[in-house]
């Protein structure tokens, strides 16, 4: 079953604006990831974030996770036209023999 | 470096022939591969974890008879999708992981588009 629901499902932004994804899940987690997923291509990870951490960056991202509303946010400032894809929030409710499981995904287009 | 691959990337197959899809990971050992299934425009869905050198755990709902799994080594799973029909149509992904990372760590491949006839 699907744990993690994205929303907006779709955004349309122009290149330079920052972008915001929101994740909602329902359980407990051990930890929250988002990927990234070009059209007809595999995932690519972009980011992890642990259940007693509340922001963590990398280059463009921002991720915020917010245990007590089961909520994650993943933010891309400066965006670029490379950045459209679909995006996925997944969770890993226990340890590492957990399974990740996916949200509904959110479709982003970066117009240039 | 983790890099894992699919082959075929895609492949057209008949209504009742059985279509053998393989998994590899490059440049590392990987002890569990999963398997996905995605539909257009949807999340992937886990279809079944496995290990090298035991069967397949799969998850609720997918049947393991049709979705035959093979983990023959560390760097090798393949998914045989038998007797297919068209509604097996869809896109399958694998994902691979190192060590003991389990689910933190997934390296996924390129996926690999099925369309029966």
């Known amino acids: 079953s699907q744990q993690g629901e994205e929303d907006p499902q779709a955004l349309s932004i122009q290149e330079g604006e920052n972008a915001t994804m929101n994740c909602s899940y329902k359980?407990?987690?051990?930890?929250l990831q988002w990927y990234r997923q070009n059209s007809g291509r595999g995932l690519v990870h972009l980011i992890l974030?642990?259940?007693?951490?509340r922001e963590k960056h990398s280059g463009r991202l921002r991720v915020t996770l917010d245990t007590s509303k089961k909520s994650s946010s993943l933010l891309i400032t400066a965006s670029r036209a490379a950045d459209t894809a679909s995006y996925f929030c997944?969770?890993?409710?226990?340890?590492?023999?957990?399974?990740?499981?996916f949200g509904k995904g959110i479709t982003l287009s970066v117009r240039p | 470096g983790a890099v894992v691959s699919q082959h075929p990337s895609w492949v057209i197959c008949k209504s009742g022939t059985s279509v053998k899809i393989e998994c590899r990971s490059l440049d590392f050992q990987a002890t569990t591969m999963f398997w996905y299934r995605q539909f257009p425009k949807q999340s992937l869905m886990l279809m079944a974890t496995?290990?090298?050198?035991?069967?397949?755990?799969?998850e609720q709902g997918v049947e393991k008879d049709k979705f035959l799994i093979n983990h023959a080594s560390l760097t090798l799973s393949t998914l045989t999708v038998t007797s297919a029909h068209p509604e097996d149509s869809s896109f399958y992904i694998c994902?691979?992981?190192?060590?003991?990372?389990?689910?933190?760590?997934?390296?996924f491949g390129p996926g690999t588009r099925l369309t029966v006839t």
């Open positions: 496995s290990n090298e050198g035991s069967k397949a755990t799969y």
């Open positions: 994902s691979a992981t190192l060590g003991d990372r389990g689910a933190w760590e997934q390296y």
């Open positions: 997944a969770t890993v409710r226990g340890g590492a023999n957990s399974k990740l499981t």
């Open positions: 974030i642990r259940s007693n951490e």
């Open positions: 359980t407990s987690i051990n930890n």
